[in-house]
């Protein structure tokens, strides 16, 4: 399974756009890009899934660029309940195992 | 729709105990799985049933644990003998299995269960 590297952790402001990008530079053919959301005491919660270009939700957007080697979820106008740790994923199967990283905690100040 | 279920939400047992850890699925989601975080370290996949059949049980860490999923429905994980380094959140969740092609499905975690063995 291909490895992610994503920043430990990153601070922004209620309001602002932020942006987390993951690395995966040995990502497969077949493998989709997915992201999870955790909040404190609860489980791994799905954002957005993308494979290429650009992807976008009620919540997110997920760009990802044309070699694939990394992608970016996008967060717009954050809030304070956006804090939360982010997990990037890559996967190449239809069901099987995740493999979480350390992910991303993101703290949202006001 | 019902979430993902875990019970209990929190144990506290004595190392040499067992505990017994249970899932509920989704309705209609052949797939579940079974994740746990130790202190410390990033999630980590245990195993993966498909219906009531072991699909992959590669991160399964010993033989003190066993899962099973009777039926196709609920799933139970019980370690026996506890041991200090099992401490930590155990996470179960599940899918349906994405229609067609590769696309990676998603899965939908329940809020886990916290397990201290003193």
């Known amino acids: 399974l291909a490895k992610t590297t994503q920043p430990i952790s990153m601070d922004s402001y209620e309001g602002q756009e932020v942006n987390i990008t993951c690395s995966h530079n040995?990502?497969?053919?077949?493998?989709?890009i997915t992201w999870y959301q955790q909040f404190p005491s609860q489980g791994p919660r799905f954002i957005i899934q993308?494979?290429?270009t650009k992807v976008t939700n009620e919540v997110a957007s997920l760009f990802i660029p044309a070699d694939r080697k990394s992608s970016t979820l996008s967060l717009p106008r954050v809030s304070l309940s956006d804090t939360a740790v982010y997990y990037c994923?890559?996967?190449?199967?239809?069901?099987?195992?995740?493999?979480f990283g350390d992910g991303t905690t993101l703290t949202v100040k006001p | 729709e019902a979430g993902v279920t875990q019970f209990p939400s929190h144990s506290v047992i004595e190392k040499g105990q067992t505990v017994t850890l249970r899932c509920d699925p989704i309705?209609?989601?052949?797939?579940l799985y079974w994740y746990r975080r130790v202190m410390g370290k990033e999630i980590k996949f245990l195993l993966h049933?498909?219906?009531?059949?072991?699909?992959?049980e590669s991160g399964m860490p010993n033989n003190r644990f066993l899962a099973e999923r009777t039926g196709g429905t609920y799933s139970t994980l019980k370690v026996q003998p506890a041991e200090l380094e099992d401490s930590g959140v155990y996470f179960c969740?599940?899918?349906?299995?994405?229609?067609?092609?590769?696309?990676?499905?998603?899965?939908?975690f329940g809020p886990g269960t916290r397990l201290l063995v003193l």
């Open positions: 969740a599940s899918s349906q299995t994405a229609a067609g092609g590769l696309r990676k499905e998603t899965q939908y």
């Open positions: 994923l890559v996967g190449n199967t239809n069901a099987g195992k995740s493999t």
């Open positions: 993308g494979y290429k």
């Open positions: 049933f498909v219906k009531e059949s072991k699909q992959d």
């Open positions: 040995n990502i497969a053919t077949n493998d989709y």
């Open positions: 309705s209609g989601h052949d797939n």
